[in-house]
């Protein structure tokens, strides 16, 4: 059974920095885009970037482009997301998702999500 | 930005009910349209891709319909499992976007 699991999250300044963290297992991380996908307290779902299977295409939304930056490791099943110029708006929960695809061009569905961890910026 | 719009917001029913959700793409999709079950405390859970294909392990009294810029997502009799919000997604272009949401509550 596909699982990812999200790590990282909690407390951070306004202008600080996060780095999170996806273990995936029970699929072949190396063959699938993998994205991240917030949702602030209480909202609905917002798209935060995608990374293509072997790690050389890159999307991001404009709320977080030139401060987000999505990265994998595929020798270690983990996909990861560094944050940076943290805002108060950037509160969420981040959601690891699985895409069914290696590449997604014109943007994908996702098949599998992880838990969930919380970032909470604030002074 | 393709806008997706969900209507309602919020569904009252009962068990055994039909319900139907709408969501509106601001240009057309053709069929490039998820439908997604999430309820509180948890991920999301694809339930429909490609507008109508129903997902492995999906019970079939979920059901997806349209193209271009119209979609539904029915719930052919309602279950208590079934409580939840959902909302639609478009991949037909970057940024993909999410509908706010439509929220099933127990009538």
């Known amino acids: 059974e596909a699982q990812l699991l999200e790590s990282g999250g909690g407390l951070a300044q306004p202008g600080g920095s996060l780095r999170l963290s996806c273990a995936a297992s029970?699929?072949?991380?190396?063959?699938?885009?993998m994205s991240w996908v917030r949702q602030a307290p209480g909202k609905g779902l917002e798209w935060v970037s995608l990374?293509?299977?072997?790690?050389?295409?890159?999307y991001y939304a404009d709320s977080v482009k030139g401060r987000f930056t999505i990265s994998r490791d595929n020798s270690k099943n983990t996909l990861y997301l560094q944050m940076n110029s943290l805002r108060a708006e950037d509160t969420a929960v981040y959601y690891c998702?699985?895409?069914?695809?290696?590449?997604?061009?014109?943007?994908?569905?996702?098949?599998?999500w992880g838990q969930g961890t919380t970032v909470t910026v604030s002074s | 930005d393709i806008q997706m719009t969900q209507s309602p917001s919020t569904l009252s029913a009962s068990v055994g009910d039909s319900v139907t959700i709408t969501c509106r793409a601001s240009q057309s999709i053709t069929s490039w349209l998820a439908w997604y079950q999430q309820k509180p405390g948890k991920a999301p859970r694809l339930l429909i891709s490609k507008a109508s294909s129903l997902e492995s392990g999906v019970p079939s009294r979920f059901s997806g319909s349209g193209s271009g810029t119209e979609f539904t997502l029915t719930i052919s009799s309602l279950q208590p499992d079934d409580f939840a919000t959902y909302y639609c997604q478009q991949y037909n272009s970057y940024p993909e976007t999410f509908g706010q949401g439509t929220k099933v509550e127990i009538k």
């Open positions: 998702a699985k895409a069914p695809a290696s590449v997604c061009s014109t943007s994908c569905y996702r098949n599998v």
């Open positions: 029970g699929f072949t991380f190396s063959d699938y885009a």
């Open positions: 990374l293509s299977a072997r790690g050389d295409t890159t």
